[in-house]
Protein backbone atom coordinates (compact mmCIF):
# COMPACT_ATOMS: atom_id res chain seq x y z
CA UNK A 1 0.00 0.00 0.00
CA UNK A 2 2.72 2.49 0.24
CA UNK A 3 4.39 1.62 -2.82
CA UNK A 4 4.43 4.33 -5.31
CA UNK A 5 3.24 3.21 -8.68
CA UNK A 6 3.98 3.83 -12.50
CA UNK A 7 0.40 3.62 -13.32
CA UNK A 8 0.30 4.54 -16.74
CA UNK A 9 0.99 2.93 -19.86
CA UNK A 10 3.62 0.67 -20.12
CA UNK A 11 6.67 0.67 -22.69
CA UNK A 12 7.92 -1.69 -24.38
CA UNK A 13 12.13 -2.99 -22.92
CA UNK A 14 14.86 -4.63 -24.33
CA UNK A 15 17.74 -4.56 -26.92
CA UNK A 16 16.61 -2.45 -30.14
CA UNK A 17 18.49 -4.99 -32.49
CA UNK A 18 16.49 -7.78 -30.94
CA UNK A 19 16.41 -11.17 -32.64
CA UNK A 20 13.71 -12.15 -30.69
CA UNK A 21 10.40 -10.47 -29.75
CA UNK A 22 8.60 -11.79 -26.59
CA UNK A 23 4.76 -10.97 -26.75
CA UNK A 24 2.65 -11.04 -23.45
CA UNK A 25 -0.79 -9.74 -23.01
CA UNK A 26 -0.77 -6.73 -20.83
CA UNK A 27 0.84 -5.13 -17.75
CA UNK A 28 0.28 -7.11 -14.57
CA UNK A 29 -1.77 -4.82 -12.09
CA UNK A 30 1.29 -5.15 -9.24
CA UNK A 31 4.06 -5.76 -11.71
CA UNK A 32 4.71 -3.95 -14.46
CA UNK A 33 1.86 -1.59 -13.76
CA UNK A 34 3.46 -0.86 -10.25
CA UNK A 35 7.47 -0.87 -11.53
CA UNK A 36 6.79 0.77 -15.34
CA UNK A 37 8.79 -2.29 -16.97
CA UNK A 38 7.31 -5.35 -18.04
CA UNK A 39 7.30 -8.51 -16.43
CA UNK A 40 9.11 -6.75 -13.46
CA UNK A 41 8.18 -7.16 -9.83
CA UNK A 42 5.68 -10.12 -10.02
CA UNK A 43 5.35 -13.51 -10.39
CA UNK A 44 5.38 -13.89 -14.15
CA UNK A 45 8.56 -11.78 -14.64
CA UNK A 46 10.58 -14.08 -11.20
CA UNK A 47 9.35 -16.95 -13.47
CA UNK A 48 10.51 -15.57 -16.92
CA UNK A 49 13.52 -13.67 -16.02
CA UNK A 50 15.59 -16.83 -14.66
CA UNK A 51 14.81 -18.59 -17.77
CA UNK A 52 15.51 -15.77 -20.08
CA UNK A 53 19.06 -15.30 -18.12
CA UNK A 54 19.63 -19.08 -18.22
CA UNK A 55 19.12 -18.93 -22.34
CA UNK A 56 21.61 -15.80 -22.71
CA UNK A 57 18.99 -13.22 -23.16
CA UNK A 58 19.03 -11.18 -19.48
CA UNK A 59 21.84 -9.52 -17.64
CA UNK A 60 20.44 -11.03 -14.76
CA UNK A 61 18.08 -13.41 -13.09
CA UNK A 62 15.79 -11.02 -10.71
CA UNK A 63 13.69 -8.12 -11.88
CA UNK A 64 12.51 -6.28 -9.47
CA UNK A 65 12.43 -2.56 -10.26
CA UNK A 66 13.39 -0.14 -13.71
CA UNK A 67 17.06 0.84 -11.61
CA UNK A 68 17.89 -2.87 -10.73
CA UNK A 69 20.72 -2.81 -13.82
CA UNK A 70 18.56 -5.37 -16.01
CA UNK A 71 20.12 -5.28 -19.45
CA UNK A 72 18.25 -7.71 -22.68
CA UNK A 73 20.81 -8.89 -25.10
CA UNK A 74 18.85 -10.37 -28.35
CA UNK A 75 15.58 -9.98 -27.42
CA UNK A 76 12.58 -7.24 -26.54
CA UNK A 77 9.19 -7.53 -24.60
CA UNK A 78 6.28 -6.04 -25.12
CA UNK A 79 2.44 -6.23 -24.80
CA UNK A 80 -0.62 -6.35 -26.78
CA UNK A 81 -1.98 -3.87 -24.22
CA UNK A 82 0.03 -1.32 -22.57
CA UNK A 83 -2.41 -0.29 -19.41
CA UNK A 84 -3.08 -2.86 -16.48
CA UNK A 85 -6.87 -4.23 -17.66
CA UNK A 86 -9.87 -4.71 -15.31
CA UNK A 87 -9.01 -8.71 -14.01
CA UNK A 88 -5.89 -9.18 -15.76
CA UNK A 89 -7.73 -10.10 -18.74
CA UNK A 90 -7.80 -7.21 -21.59
CA UNK A 91 -10.93 -6.84 -24.01
CA UNK A 92 -11.24 -7.21 -27.08
CA UNK A 93 -11.63 -3.58 -27.87
CA UNK A 94 -9.07 -2.85 -25.18
CA UNK A 95 -6.60 -5.17 -27.74
CA UNK A 96 -8.09 -3.13 -30.82
CA UNK A 97 -7.58 0.09 -29.21
CA UNK A 98 -3.69 -0.38 -28.44
CA UNK A 99 -2.72 -2.36 -31.64
CA UNK A 100 -1.43 1.14 -33.44
CA UNK A 101 1.22 1.09 -30.48
CA UNK A 102 2.13 -2.54 -31.22
CA UNK A 103 2.22 -2.45 -34.94
CA UNK A 104 4.54 0.63 -34.69
CA UNK A 105 6.93 -1.42 -32.09
CA UNK A 106 6.98 -4.17 -34.56
CA UNK A 107 7.85 -1.92 -37.29
CA UNK A 108 10.89 -0.25 -35.28
CA UNK A 109 12.45 -4.14 -34.93
CA UNK A 110 14.11 -4.62 -37.73
CA UNK A 111 16.44 -7.12 -36.68
CA UNK A 112 13.34 -9.99 -35.35
CA UNK A 113 13.31 -13.46 -36.65
CA UNK A 114 11.25 -14.71 -33.93
CA UNK A 115 8.36 -14.20 -32.23
CA UNK A 116 7.81 -15.98 -28.63
CA UNK A 117 4.01 -15.19 -28.07
CA UNK A 118 3.01 -15.76 -24.30
CA UNK A 119 -0.18 -17.56 -24.09
CA UNK A 120 -3.01 -17.27 -26.93
CA UNK A 121 -3.80 -13.35 -26.54
CA UNK A 122 -0.07 -12.72 -27.32
CA UNK A 123 -0.56 -15.08 -30.02
CA UNK A 124 -3.51 -13.60 -31.66
CA UNK A 125 -2.10 -10.28 -31.31
CA UNK A 126 0.97 -10.88 -33.37
CA UNK A 127 -1.75 -12.98 -35.89
CA UNK A 128 -4.06 -9.83 -35.82
CA UNK A 129 -0.69 -7.41 -36.46
CA UNK A 130 0.56 -9.92 -39.63
CA UNK A 131 -2.88 -9.49 -40.77
CA UNK A 132 -3.48 -5.70 -40.30
CA UNK A 133 -0.22 -5.50 -42.13
CA UNK A 134 -1.27 -7.80 -44.62
CA UNK A 135 1.32 -10.36 -44.32
CA UNK A 136 -1.47 -13.11 -43.97
CA UNK A 137 -5.38 -12.92 -44.89
CA UNK A 138 -6.54 -15.38 -42.10
CA UNK A 139 -5.59 -16.50 -38.55
CA UNK A 140 -7.32 -19.88 -39.53
CA UNK A 141 -4.19 -22.06 -40.37
CA UNK A 142 -2.42 -21.02 -37.42
CA UNK A 143 -3.26 -22.92 -34.07
CA UNK A 144 -2.43 -21.51 -30.46
CA UNK A 145 -0.44 -24.53 -28.19
CA UNK A 146 2.91 -24.71 -26.22
CA UNK A 147 5.73 -25.21 -28.80
CA UNK A 148 3.45 -24.40 -32.07
CA UNK A 149 5.70 -23.18 -34.43
CA UNK A 150 4.80 -21.69 -37.74
CA UNK A 151 7.01 -19.83 -39.89
CA UNK A 152 5.21 -16.61 -41.54
CA UNK A 153 5.30 -15.55 -44.91
CA UNK A 154 7.51 -12.91 -43.95
CA UNK A 155 10.10 -15.18 -42.96
CA UNK A 156 9.70 -14.38 -39.05
CA UNK A 157 9.19 -17.74 -36.80
CA UNK A 158 6.32 -17.57 -34.57
CA UNK A 159 6.87 -19.96 -31.14
CA UNK A 160 4.01 -20.28 -29.03
CA UNK A 161 3.93 -20.85 -25.32
CA UNK A 162 1.94 -21.17 -22.31
CA UNK A 163 1.97 -17.75 -20.31
CA UNK A 164 4.39 -17.50 -17.16
CA UNK A 165 1.10 -16.62 -15.09
CA UNK A 166 1.64 -17.90 -11.72
CA UNK A 167 -1.94 -19.82 -12.22
CA UNK A 168 0.23 -22.03 -15.11
CA UNK A 169 3.07 -22.01 -13.43
CA UNK A 170 1.91 -23.08 -9.93
CA UNK A 171 -0.79 -25.64 -11.62
CA UNK A 172 2.46 -26.96 -13.57
CA UNK A 173 0.75 -26.64 -16.71
CA UNK A 174 4.18 -24.16 -17.47
CA UNK A 175 7.19 -26.07 -15.98
CA UNK A 176 10.50 -24.09 -15.88
CA UNK A 177 11.93 -26.97 -18.49
CA UNK A 178 8.82 -26.25 -21.10
CA UNK A 179 9.40 -22.47 -20.68
CA UNK A 180 13.22 -22.81 -21.06
CA UNK A 181 12.77 -25.10 -23.85
CA UNK A 182 11.07 -22.76 -25.94
CA UNK A 183 13.64 -19.49 -25.34
CA UNK A 184 16.68 -22.67 -26.32
CA UNK A 185 14.30 -22.71 -29.73
CA UNK A 186 14.38 -18.91 -30.24
CA UNK A 187 17.31 -18.73 -29.71
CA UNK A 188 18.60 -21.81 -32.30
CA UNK A 189 16.12 -20.23 -34.86
CA UNK A 190 17.06 -15.98 -34.33
CA UNK A 191 21.08 -17.22 -34.80
CA UNK A 192 20.26 -19.69 -37.74
Not at 35 to 40: A, D, H, V
Request: include cysteine.
Amino acid sequence: MDWEYWAKPVPGFGDPNARVLILGLAPGAHGSNRTGRPFTGDGSGYFMYPVLYETGFASQPLATSRDDGMKLTGAYITAAVRCAPPANKPTPQEIANCSHFLDAEIAALKCVRVVVALGKIGFDAYLNHLRRTGVIVSRAPYEFGHGAEYEMPNGITLLGTYHPSMQNTNTGKLSKEMFKKIFERARLLAEG
